[in-house]
């Protein structure tokens, strides 16, 4: 995968988890909930998520070194694992005191302000593939 290649999948990414992020919420938080605007939501923030884990991945495995390789994508893993696990054990632990809406409200903001935190460093990546 080309620099130019992540770069651009970068730039469609973001934009497409805050659209499908802020989708899935507004489904849910309708005065009758819409299951498709919900399935669309999704689909977008599944696209995106994707698209932009095989963007990230692809960046650590060209700037690591030869010899790292393994060792960084175990770390990317296991990273990826734990970011994917501890918001799920979150919203069980609120689910004893909040409704599901607001749950999803606050695990969508939260994952939404942290693309758009960690956005602009994605994009001072100078020359992130070889």
């Known amino acids: 995968m080309t620099e130019r290649a992540v770069r651009r999948i970068i730039e469609q990414s973001v934009p497409a988890l805050i659209v499908g992020l802020a989708a899935?919420?507004?489904?849910?938080?309708?005065?009758?909930p819409s299951l498709t605007l919900f399935l669309i939501g999704a689909a977008i923030v599944g696209v995106g998520g994707g698209l932009l884990f095989r963007a990230t991945q692809a960046v650590v495995v060209s700037t690591a070194a030869a010899g790292d390789i393994a060792?960084?994508?175990?770390?990317?893993?296991?990273?990826?694992?734990?970011?994917?696990?501890?918001?799920?054990?979150?919203?069980?632990?609120?689910?004893?005191?909040?409704?599901?809406?607001?749950?999803?409200l606050i695990f969508s903001a939260v994952i939404g302000a942290g693309i758009l935190l960690a956005s602009p460093a994605l994009h001072r990546l100078r020359n992130p593939l070889p």
Not at 24 to 32: D, G, K, P, R, Y
Not at 91 to 101: D, N, R, T, V, W
């Open 24 to 32: 899935v919420v507004t489904a849910a938080w309708l005065s009758t």
């Open 71 to 104: 060792g960084a994508l175990t770390t990317y893993f296991v990273v990826g694992y734990v970011g994917i696990s501890l918001p799920v054990v979150g919203a069980g632990i609120l689910f004893e005191h909040i409704s599901l809406k607001v749950i999803l």
